[in-house]
């Protein structure tokens, strides 16, 4: 009431580290996994390995992420002063080179697979899904991806087939629920001697754990998920072919998704295929990919960003 501010530490996780790191004398920190794609978690991990460098978010968002102010606050939605911040981040940065890291692991291959119009079936509806945006961009955008993905069932189905009889593993990274309960049960249909999992963020964590350990163990195995559900932290090393039919927007999650087939032990080389139905927001989501990869990759430099820019821009080009 009187105007001041009161800070409470969270009784979590990430509170109990920074009480650690205050009373340390060195930091050091480690990490296997890319930054995500917000410039306050960026932001508050230098900050917490080197709390004298980078000052408070704000001048670090005006100073290296565009921070500009409008009507609504501050955005800081941009990259600005790239070569400062790289020569910054070298200073106190080093990494491991990726190909170093995976070179004993088999081949990872990447494709990218557009679908003419006649090669997509109908999607299912998503009437009910747009009246729950109410109107948001940023919701009906994601939408606009689940349809595109409902659009690649009889493609996905037919490549999941001929997979299975040479005898390998796939997973299948979709969007909504229903989608993948649909595709799912399709496949269980269809296929009669290989077991086909499904599992998405309606599925108990327990659960999901107890299909990917089924899945792991299986010679020939179908798996069905929504990237939200599996995208992280799952190992899915034993994989022959990873399907991602709905399209990942960030390279963080790209990072992520690719990365559930490609770690140690390692025992298949493994093809990701990206799958694109022409006519649909997909082409627009590569578009936006093919901008965001090249800053992102310079400032992280992420070999498997690079590979993919290079793979997006070569089919563009086509």
């Given at each position: 009431r009187d105007g001041s501010t009161k800070f409470d530490m969270l009784p979590n996780t990430a509170a109990a580290v920074m009480e650690i790191c205050k009373a340390a004398k060195r930091r050091f920190g480690l990490t296997a996994?890319?930054?995500?794609?917000?410039?306050?978690?960026?932001?508050?991990?230098?900050?917490?390995?080197?709390?004298?460098?980078?000052?408070?978010?704000?001048?670090?968002?005006?100073?290296?992420?565009?921070?500009?102010?409008?009507?609504?606050?501050?955005?800081?939605?941009?990259?600005?002063?790239?070569?400062?911040?790289?020569e910054r981040l070298n200073w106190s940065r080093?990494?491991?080179?990726?190909?170093?890291?995976?070179?004993?692991?088999?081949?990872?291959?990447?494709?990218?697979?557009?679908?003419?119009?006649?090669?997509?079936?109908?999607?299912?509806?998503?009437?009910?899904?747009?009246?729950?945006?109410?109107?948001d961009r940023e919701s009906i955008f994601e939408v606009m991806l689940y349809e595109a993905a409902s659009r690649k069932r009889k493609y996905i189905i037919e490549r999941v087939l001929e997979a299975v009889e040479g005898g390998q593993k796939v997973v299948i990274f979709t969007g909504r629920r229903t989608d993948c309960d649909r595709l799912g049960n399709d496949l269980s249909k269809k296929i009669k001697d290989a077991p086909v999992f499904c599992a998405h963020g309606g599925t108990s964590a327990d659960k999901r754990d107890q299909i990917r350990h089924e899945y792991m163990k299986a010679k020939v195995a179908?798996?069905?998920?929504?990237?939200?559900?599996?995208?992280?932290?799952?190992?899915?090393?034993?994989?022959?072919?990873?399907?991602?039919v709905m399209i990942p927007w960030t390279p963080r999650a790209i990072r992520q998704w690719e990365g559930r087939f490609s770690r140690l032990g390692q025992k298949r080389p493994v093809l990701i295929s990206y799958v694109i139905a022409r006519g649909t927001v997909d082409e627009h989501v590569a578009d936006i990919l093919l901008n965001k990869l090249p800053p992102v990759s310079a400032i992280v430099k992420d070999e498997t960003l690079e590979d993919l820019e290079a793979a997006f821009s070569s089919n563009r080009e086509d």
């Open positions: 996994t890319p930054i995500p794609n917000r410039t306050r978690d960026l932001w508050a991990q230098l900050d917490l390995v080197e709390p004298w460098a980078w000052g408070k978010f704000h001048d670090f968002g005006v100073r290296y992420c565009g921070g500009f102010q409008d009507t609504y606050g501050w955005k800081y939605t941009d990259l600005s002063n790239e070569d400062e911040l790289l080093y990494k491991t080179d990726q190909k170093a890291v995976t070179k004993n692991l088999p081949a990872k291959r990447r494709q990218i697979v557009y679908l003419d119009h006649d090669e997509q079936n109908r999607p299912a509806s998503i009437k009910r899904d747009l009246k729950r945006t109410k109107g179908v798996l069905v998920g929504t990237g939200d559900a599996w995208g992280e932290s799952v190992n899915l090393q034993d994989t022959d072919l990873a399907l991602f």
